[in-house]
């Protein structure tokens, strides 16, 4: 337990140090669960997003893009159910005035306390579930008197009662406006838009990535909740018949797409079917991965069924309907929805590496999948004199068009390297004095630290087989 929070303090420190992750209005002392992606976060993100989205739309040739607005009339959130249902248990510290999600407290107390006491640790987390199931909030509120559970900030067993709590931002001044609390029902509200301007057949799906608000209870994990994040869903629609086909079909599709990213934890990757459906959900399946702090829920398959498109029918008197084969339906919906930011979190959390070096010092070194780093190489001089910065500045400036590079004179290579191996270069290249006879420079690899030389007219070419998306779409489009 301790060596994990020990990582994983070494994990947000590296991502600010390194410009990857910061905290949001970090001088005016922050803002709970909200963070910045900075100059390496924001490149990162982005090449997930990108290979989320070649695989979604250019990998199926049935699925297509849409980008909605955040903020969307309140009927469709009356009519999806978020008024309403969308809540999570609360329970209050009086002392510490700080808010907790009781399920979550308990959680976290059975996983430190009965760590060594698998049996206590099922039993008790059973007993949990059951309320859960019975929507006993006294029963649960016992539970944490009876485990004797402190606030951890008090240290005092001074709570409230439990009660619900809408999880929706609700904008002031504007009568029942919502911040999106999460991406599909942009999707559905265009539902005949796009079936009128695209011609679609069932089936089909819809994809989208955009930010989502969540009032959530703050949880101190990171990227893992925030209260502002993004999310990539696909929603597809098929004939109510084939639910069963179809949900599977998308439950093994998109760990398979997971498995590919080849993340060194690959092995805890699983499904793990809900005990607790969703107001929306007639069935549920998580993706789970062993984030530093254990295993949690990364991706969701659900199968909504007609619920969102009859309800959009009723509240907006529209039909929202397929008219196909002389029948005239509501199609079922199976949806697949990805959290970004607990995506970056898993691959940046099983990327950052300590390696002992055979000089015994320690190298630290971001193993991500070189498609995804956000630098794919870097070019230095290895002297700030005798024409070599002007000849790396040149080769630098040819080859920038087609990838995203650095170019680095600032320090000696070794802590050059060592910076661009932290922040998950794939490739270093150098240039020398042989550089100015023969037109080669060395190349040097992040996870071999090996290095060879290569002719400048051969760069532009490695660092595209190496690092592009191609290599890895291509190897997809035989998978999924
Ligand atoms: P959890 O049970 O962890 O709160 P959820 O079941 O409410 O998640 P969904 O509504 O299914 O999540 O949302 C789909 C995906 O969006 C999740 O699998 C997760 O990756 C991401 N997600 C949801 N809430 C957050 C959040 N607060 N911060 C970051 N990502 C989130």
Same mark, same amino acid.
């Given at each position: 337990m301790k060596k994990c929070s020990h990582f994983f303090d070494f994990l947000i420190s590296h991502a600010k140090t390194y410009g990857f992750i910061f905290p949001s209005s970090e001088i005016y002392g922050g803002l709970n669960a909200i963070y910045d992606y900075g100059p390496h976060g924001v490149e990162l993100k982005n090449n997930i997003k990108e290979f989320w989205w070649k695989s979604m739309t250019q990998l199926h040739d049935n699925i297509i893009g849409l980008d909605s607005s955040i903020l969307m009339h309140s009927d469709i959130w009356r009519a999806s159910g978020h008024? /309403?249902?969308? @809540?999570? &248990?609360?329970?209050?510290?009086?002392? @510490?005035?700080?808010?907790y999600r009781p399920e979550i407290l308990i959680q976290e107390y059975v996983e430190d306390k009965f760590f060594n006491d698998p049996k206590k640790k099922e039993k008790t987390l059973s007993r949990l579930s059951q309320s859960l199931k019975k929507k006993d909030l006294v029963d649960i509120k016992v539970l944490i008197d009876e485990l004797c559970i402190c606030d951890p900030i008090s240290k005092t067993k001074n709570w409230t009662n439990i009660r619900h709590f809408n999880m929706m931002f609700k904008i002031q001044n504007e009568k029942d406006l919502y911040l999106r609390p999460e991406t599909a029902q942009g999707i559905f509200s265009n539902f005949q838009n796009i079936i009128k301007s695209n011609r679609m057949k069932i089936p089909f799906g819809i994809a989208q990535i955009g930010k989502s608000f969540r009032n959530e209870i703050f949880s101190r994990k990171f990227l893992f909740r925030m209260r502002e994040f993004e999310q990539m869903e696909m929603q597809f629609f098929i004939l109510p018949a084939e639910e069963i086909k179809w949900y599977e079909y998308w439950k093994k599709n998109r760990l398979k797409w997971h498995l590919e990213l080849n993340l060194e934890y690959k092995k805890y990757y699983k499904l793990c079917d809900h005990d607790h459906l969703s107001h929306y959900e007639s069935a549920g399946s998580d993706i789970v991965f062993h984030f530093p702090f254990g295993f949690q829920e990364i991706e969701g398959i659900h199968s909504r069924r007609d619920f969102d498109l009859k309800n959009h029918e009723f509240f907006s008197k529209k039909k929202l309907r397929i008219f196909e084969l002389k029948k005239n339906y509501i199609p079922y919906v199976i949806e697949t929805s990805l959290g970004l930011d607990r995506l970056f979190l898993a691959i940046f959390s099983s990327s950052l590496k300590k390696e002992k070096l055979e /000089?015994?010092?320690?190298?630290?070194? &971001?193993?991500?999948?070189?498609?995804? @780093?956000?630098?794919?190489?870097?070019?230095?001089?290895l002297v700030r004199k005798d024409g070599l910065p002007e000849i790396a500045k040149r080769i630098f400036n040819d080859i920038r068009i087609h990838h995203r590079l650095v170019y680095d004179e600032k320090e000696s290579i070794g802590k050059l390297y060592r910076r661009q191996d932290a922040i998950g270069t794939p490739f270093c290249l150098t240039v020398d004095y042989d550089t100015i006879k023969t037109d080669t420079v060395t190349i040097r690899n992040r996870d071999s630290m090996k290095q060879k030389r290569i002719h400048i007219k051969e760069i532009s070419k490695i660092i595209e087989r190496e690092t592009g998306l191609r290599k890895i779409l291509k190897k997809l489009s035989y998978i999924i």
């Open positions: 008024v /309403n249902k969308f @809540s999570e &248990l609360l329970i209050d510290n009086k002392d @510490s005035k700080k808010r /000089n015994r010092k320690i190298r630290i070194v &971001l193993k991500l999948p070189y498609y995804l @780093s956000p630098i794919k190489a870097a070019i230095f001089p």
